[in-house]
């Protein structure tokens, strides 16, 4: 049975900041306007854009476009080392502007805002004088670079699709009289939720296009997906509130967090990785006790790169794969298990521990990545109590830690085995949240 037909409303706006960090860098550098402008982790060509400004998508480079393609393509494009700080202090400030406008609901990402609609502010000419209005604080509080585009709809989850079908400075409404015929046209890999893997899944099942989708009951897109999703998603097209709002389904608690770094050339050795390891670990220890979290395990990983010779030989083997950099590789994992803490000390200890164990010989000689990953995370208010206090006042010594590097830097005070990497591994930009600040500085 078909749902009852939804009025023509406008629930949601989504705020979809365009070629975010590139605009940031063109907002804070004006000879960069208007030329192709990529920003990169760190100046390689064998490293890939993380953000491409619209002259240069406009030439076929896009986010995740090796730098030595980007230069073949465009030999004058600027490239920028990405500033982690600073897009997060561009976010807050765009979340000021929009708020000045209309209350953030949801803040999905780093460069997307969601607004929530209420009373008349749904109405269509309202709903569009509300995202004029945007568009325009934006421009006036934090730079004219910085363009958006703005989808509005009846649920979040068409919100969504719609801030993704004009761009750059779109503004595209999907009214529910409308639908599904306005979203037809569409790709399946459009879809927010549909990547390749689930693309190519469902493909396999015979729904190659939006229509044959779209032809489905609610029933057969429960049984394309094999779960829930497909319900969701059968009434989230149709312009239906499913009761989230089109919200991607809530998460369990979080159980891990930690930090990655493709290594530059002076630290591509056992020393230089074990400092740069060393500062991972020191990074998220602290953000383990700021989100007061404890950790029962901790997870290394190491790649390493091969020779041409080195991989032929793995190769027979299937031991080779071929880094998103280009670097031909290899990969070495432990994860090691405790007794669930949060002191600095006792994580390097176990990961002291699991170094021990990586391999050694020609084929390992030469690291170029290191990821240290906390899992198994318990709430600081889940945590049972101890019969025996920790060692050494460990707790006493991360906390006085941390008090001086809130205040003075995040590497201010820190165990010496970092010391050679202390400037290496600078925070990195957070794709799927908006960073937090710890002192004066983002993690």
Not at 57 to 70: N, P, Q
Not at 179 to 203: Q, V, Y
Request: proline share 7%; charged share 20%; aromatic share 6%.
């Amino acid at each position: 049975m078909s749902p009852p037909a939804q009025p023509d409303l406008f629930a949601f706006l989504h705020v979809d900041l365009n070629s975010f960090f590139a605009s940031v860098e063109q907002e804070l550098h004006p000879e960069y306007r208007g030329k192709p402008t990529g920003v990169v982790p760190t100046q390689a060509d064998t490293t890939s854009l993380i953000a491409a400004s619209y002259e240069a998508k406009a030439l076929g480079i896009k986010t995740g476009t090796r730098v030595s393609d980007a230069k073949r393509i465009c030999p004058g494009i600027i490239l920028v080392n990405g500033n982690h700080s600073t897009y997060a202090e561009y976010s807050h400030k765009i979340v000021a502007a929009v708020e000045r406008v209309c209350p953030v609901a949801h803040t999905p990402s780093i460069d997307e805002m969601v607004c929530q609609l209420l009373g008349r502010e749904r109405l269509p000419s309202n709903a569009r004088q509300i995202s004029l209005a945007i568009k325009q604080a934006i421009k006036d509080d934090v730079g004219s670079t910085l363009r958006c585009s703005i989808g509005m709809a009846s649920n979040r989850y068409l919100a969504k699709i719609a801030s993704d079908m004009q761009k750059p400075d779109g503004l595209v409404g999907l009214l529910p009289s409308g639908l599904p015929n306005s979203i037809a046209h569409l790709e399946l890999r459009d879809l927010p939720g549909i990547g390749a893997k689930t693309e190519a899944r469902i493909n396999a099942k015979g729904i190659r296009t939006m229509p044959d989708l779209l032809a489905l009951d609610r029933s057969a897109m429960h049984t394309l997906f094999d779960s829930v999703w497909g319900d969701r998603m059968f009434h989230w097209l149709r312009g239906n509130d499913t009761g989230d709002d089109g919200a991607p389904v809530p998460s369990e608690l979080q159980k891990s967090l930690g930090h990655s770094h493709v290594l530059a050339p002076e630290h591509r050795s056992p020393e230089g990785a074990w400092a740069v390891a060393h500062k991972l670990l020191h990074k998220a220890a602290m953000r383990l006790r700021m989100e007061k979290f404890h950790a029962g395990s901790l997870a290394l990983t190491i790649k390493y790169s091969l020779t041409p010779s080195q991989a032929a030989q793995l190769a027979r083997a299937a031991k080779v794969k071929k880094h998103l950099s280009g670097i031909t590789q290899t990969g070495w994992g432990m994860e090691a298990r405790f007794r669930p803490c949060q002191d600095t000390l006792s994580l390097l200890e176990a990961l002291q521990g699991c170094w021990k164990q990586s391999p050694t010989g020609p084929n390992h000689s030469k690291p170029f990545f290191v990821g240290i990953t906390l899992r198994n995370l318990i709430p600081e208010a889940d945590l049972q109590a101890t019969l025996f206090e920790e060692p050494g006042n460990r707790n006493q010594l991360s906390a006085t830690m941390d008090r001086l590097n809130l205040k003075y830097g995040h590497t201010t005070l820190h165990f010496a085995g970092m010391l050679p990497a202390r400037e290496s591994a600078p925070t990195r930009i957070a794709f799927t949240q908006i960073p937090v600040q710890y002192g004066h500085e983002y993690m």
